[in-house]
């Protein structure tokens, strides 16, 4: 009984320091725990460990196989819209808005009408469309009176010829007033009808330059809009591929080159990944931190990112690497530093054997030194064997 009562102390011992020291495989590149190692166990004189049956089940023994490393070096950065493919929609001419048909955070085609406002400027060009339109007529109708009069001599053939020149000139000034009101987004059809019904239309139509979502609103129904003036009315952003902003190491900034594939991995996506590209690397280091910019371009074609959403990215700096692995659960960090795993060839008699890591990824350490190929190891249970070594002999 008195057996039973230590076996299980020490197992619920050994489960506390396996909680509290973590397992988990952390990012490739940092350093390794069996690179600081002062004392190395000699393997001729390694502990074992002998289990009974109903020991067993909490140790697992799997041969020692060979898991893929891929090279990556890894950042933490934010998402944020792409500002190349972002637009702050002024209007073309300053006026007092009039009325709103798009919200913050609503999807628009290229050509939807974000807002339309009361223009001066195209006041002022279709009074001088109505006023060339006018005088058209008027020198057609003079021209038209010069002719029948020089059919009968009625005119001189100079007085014809000034009538042509006029009527010419009242055609090209008409054109061209027409071309001054089609920059204000007034349609073939509706210059037709100002100029024909000599009716002024003060309402001009800003529509979105791209398909994309609105991202800043700040027009309100009279207010003032001008070209150029901060805030914009609007600001539409094609969202179908965002940007991701991490800063690198200084030391690491010659593995990052245009153009190389990103996988970056979301708070909010937990297990998805992401695909895109470097699109940019900063010019300069910052001072303070020695710490350089690198943008990404990340295809978002579901629409799912959030711009300020945390982001961790991997590129792959060189090809993967096949070696001996084995799962983080299966290491063991011992108290004095030493970095070991359990090894067996009965699966009752457990080694501790010395190792030295390497890379770590997706909870797997790469066995740079201590394990060959086949080797039955302990992949769950390690930290329980251990603990087993400082048990007091029993009776």
Not at 284 to 304: F, G, N, Q, Y
Request: aromatic share 6%; glycine share 8%; net charge negative.
């Amino acid at each position: 009984m008195l057996r039973r009562h230590i076996k299980q102390i020490f197992f619920l011992c050994s489960l506390f320091l396996f909680l509290i020291s973590g397992t988990g495989c952390h990012s490739a590149g940092s350093e390794t725990p069996g690179d600081s190692r002062k004392d190395i166990i000699d393997p001729q004189t390694a502990k074992t460990v002998t289990l009974e049956d109903a020991q067993l089940k909490s140790v697992k023994v799997e041969p020692a196989g060979e898991h893929l490393f891929a090279i990556e070096q890894e950042a933490v950065g934010n998402i944020a819209f792409n500002d190349d493919r972002s637009v702050q929609v002024y209007p073309p001419n300053q006026g007092k808005i009039i009325e709103l048909f798009a919200d913050l955070g609503d999807n628009v085609a290229k050509g939807k009408t974000l807002y339309t406002i009361e223009s001066p400027d195209l006041i002022q060009a279709e009074s001088t469309l109505i006023s060339a339109a006018g005088v058209l007529d008027l020198t057609t109708q003079a021209l038209e009176r010069a002719r029948k009069l020089y059919e009968t001599q009625g005119v001189a053939q100079k007085d014809l010829q000034q009538a042509i020149s006029d009527q010419q000139t009242a055609e090209g000034a008409l054109k061209a007033a027409r071309h001054a009101v089609s920059i204000f987004g007034k349609t073939e059809a509706e210059t037709d009808q100002i100029a024909d019904q000599r009716r002024i239309d003060p309402v001009m139509v800003v529509s979105s330059p791209i398909t994309g979502r609105i991202t800043a609103r700040n027009a309100a129904p009279g207010l003032l809009a001008q070209p150029g003036a901060p805030p914009a009315p609007f600001t539409v952003a094609d969202i179908s591929t965002l940007w991701m902003a991490a800063y690198v190491a200084e030391s690491d900034s010659p593995l990052f080159h245009l153009g190389q594939e990103v996988k970056v991995k979301l708070m909010a996506f937990p297990g998805r990944l992401f695909k895109g590209k470097i699109s940019t690397i900063g010019a300069t280091v910052a001072p303070d931190t020695h710490r350089l910019m690198v943008r990404s371009d990340i295809r978002d074609p579901k629409h799912e990112l959030r711009p300020g959403m945390l982001a961790a990215f991997a590129i792959r700096t060189g090809d993967p690497v096949r070696s001996i692995a084995v799962p983080a659960a299966g290491v063991v960090h011992e108290g004095d530093g030493t970095i070991t795993v359990w090894v067996t060839t009965d699966r009752h008699s457990f080694s501790q054997r010395p190792v030295k890591l390497g890379l770590c990824k997706d909870g797997w350490y790469q066995i740079v030194e201590g394990l060959q190929p086949g080797e039955l190891t302990v992949t769950e249970g390690g930290i329980f064997l251990s603990s087993m070594l400082d048990a007091p002999p029993t009776d």
